[in-house]
Structures are given as C-alpha cells and as structure tokens.
C-alpha cells in the first residue's frame, strides 16, 4: 500500500518564477493537505483540499494556490517566488479532512536563489 | 485559536536515560493532541494521538504522553533513549471540525553514547 507521494523531492527556482507541486494521497484518502515548513520551525498550514474544493486556508497570500483532481492527487502552485518561500513543503492525506489519522508524505524541499 | 509551545528547542539524553518533550497547549474547546516524529530529510511520522479518550496515551518505539487537563499539558516520555531516537520532535494541536494541524515549533532530540 503506497503512502502519500510527492514530487519532485527537490528543485531549485530563481526569484519570480512559478513551481508546481504534486501531491499523490494515501490510497483510500479523499483529502489533501498543504503545509510549509521553513527551516528549523514546525509545519504551517496553507490549505485543504476536499472534493476538489479548497475547504480552509492558512495566512498565507493568493500566491499561493492549488487544486485537486477527481482521482484525489492534488497540486500546489506558487506564483512570483520569493527567497522566503524557500522551504519544505509536505502534503498531508485524510479521509474526509479527519485529523486524527493524517498521513504525511517525505515533501519536497524548494530552494529560491 | 489553538497553539502549542514546546518547551526546549534542544535535548540531549544519553543512551538509556529518560527522554522528557514538554507541550504545552492552548485551546478553548477540548482539543486533539499528537506528537510527530520527523528524521532528516524525511516527513512527518505520527507517534501518538489524544481525542479524548485515556489521558495516558501509548506510542510507537516506546514513547507514550499524558494528557493533563489542569496544566494543559501533553509531555511526552519515553523511559529509555535509543541512539535512534535522535531526531526532531513537533508537538500539534487541533479540534473537531477544524481542518488544520497546529504545530509547535519542535524539539530536536540528540543521543550521546
């Protein structure tokens, strides 16, 4: 049974550009979550995805957005990069946005220059 | 809103000694607590999880917390340190119908032989 995947583990973007994230959930999970996690501090909440829809949104700016598709896998777009969105960002699955059993994938750790 | 604090940004055990992680929490409904694990480079592993059932709760590897609801606390505990257990330790907090996670800023754990 495959865990939550993400892709690419690793990129690097220069100032301004845009990224996508991908984010694959746990068989059998219907929810995605988006965190970022700066260095040395502890995970902060972007946004959920529940049936395609953005359910919750933490503090962060419309640069920030993202998608779910029909299969569940879900995107996370970021327009206009800064050096601060340097990062890990993780993507967490649940059933029907269920805190209690959410999975978290490796994450993919952006470097901005 | 809820937050956690976690007392202690740095720990240092030697092999066979008790580990001691404090959090602290603040919630103004009854909340959900857990404890993550997370090893360079990877993502987050849950280790356990309060809702409101036992106020002792057991983990995996060992590790097991008290929920106390007079010192709004969930330390967590593990009586005898492995090399292996050196990583980072986040504590977080949520509660029914909220979709996010609220993480502490973590504790980074270092055994010495």
């Known amino acids: 049974d495959a865990g939550v995947t993400q892709s690419p583990t690793h990129l690097i973007k220069t100032r301004g550009q845009q990224v996508t994230l991908r984010c694959s959930p746990k068989s059998g999970h219907d929810t995605v979550s988006w965190y970022q996690q700066a260095l040395g501090q502890g995970p902060q909440f972007i946004f959920q995805y529940y049936e395609e829809e953005e359910r919750q949104r933490g503090n962060f700016p419309d640069r920030f957005s993202g998608h779910q598709f029909p299969n569940y896998s879900s995107e996370l777009n970021v327009n206009a990069l800064l050096l601060g969105d340097s990062a890990l960002y993780l993507c967490?699955?649940?059933?029907?946005?269920?805190?209690?059993?959410?999975?978290f994938g490796q994450g993919t750790r952006l470097t901005v220059v | 809103a809820q937050s956690v604090t976690q007392l202690g940004s740095h720990v240092s055990v030697s092999e066979g000694a008790l580990v001691l992680l404090r959090c602290n929490y603040s919630?103004?409904?009854?909340?959900?607590l857990f404890w993550y694990v997370q090893y360079p480079n990877q993502g987050l592993q849950l280790l356990l999880k309060?809702?409101?059932?036992?106020?002792l709760v057991k983990g995996i590897n060992g590790f097991e917390a008290e929920f106390k609801k007079s010192e709004t606390s969930f330390h967590l505990t593990k009586p005898s340190a492995h090399m292996s257990d050196a990583a980072e330790y986040f504590c977080a907090v949520t509660k029914s119908n909220d979709y996010k996670l609220s993480f502490g800023a973590g504790t980074t754990v270092t055994v010495r032989a």
């Open positions: 309060y809702t409101s059932a036992a106020t």
């Open positions: 967490a699955s649940s059933l029907q946005g269920t805190n209690t059993e959410a999975f």
């Open positions: 919630s103004s409904v009854p909340p959900y």
